[in-house]
């Protein structure tokens, strides 16, 4: 069992940055994969990013790539997502997860097992 509980959530103008953290506690293992979700009200929940535990291999969706960067700590069990030239519709509850199941990156929500609580991101215009 893994709980993640993510940080570093808040308001920003619009150009500002922000940076994620996502603390796992509980084994993580070498092959789990991990992610970064948004999601707004009455949309679905939408992928960010993802990253090997092990090998640190990254994918981005089309609309963070260049300004999204996803990041991991082994040392410290934690990933993070630094977020920089943020846009107002960035704006959503972010959450991290985790998948014990996928063989590599994934951009399936279906595909994480364990997920945090989400933190709010809010960019002003």
């Known amino acids: 069992q893994v709980q993640l509980v993510e940080s570093g959530g808040g308001l920003v103008q619009a150009g500002g940055s922000l940076r994620l953290s996502c603390a796992a506690s509980?084994?993580?293992?070498?092959?789990?994969?991990m992610g970064w979700f948004r999601q707004t009200p009455g949309k679905e929940r939408e992928f960010v990013a993802t990253?090997?535990?092990?090998?640190?291999?990254?994918y981005y969706a089309d609309s963070v790539k260049g300004r999204f960067t996803i990041s991991r700590d082994v040392a410290k069990n934690t990933v993070y997502l630094q977020m920089n030239s943020l846009k107002p519709e960035d704006t959503a509850v972010y959450y991290c997860?985790?998948?014990?199941?996928?063989?590599?990156?994934?951009?399936?929500?279906?595909?994480?097992?364990?997920w945090g609580q989400g933190t709010q991101v809010t960019v002003s215009s």
């Open positions: 997860a985790a998948s014990a199941r996928v063989l590599g990156l994934s951009t399936s929500s279906n595909a994480y097992d364990y």
């Open positions: 509980g084994r993580v293992f070498s092959r789990y994969v």
């Open positions: 990253i090997t535990w092990s090998g640190g291999s990254t």
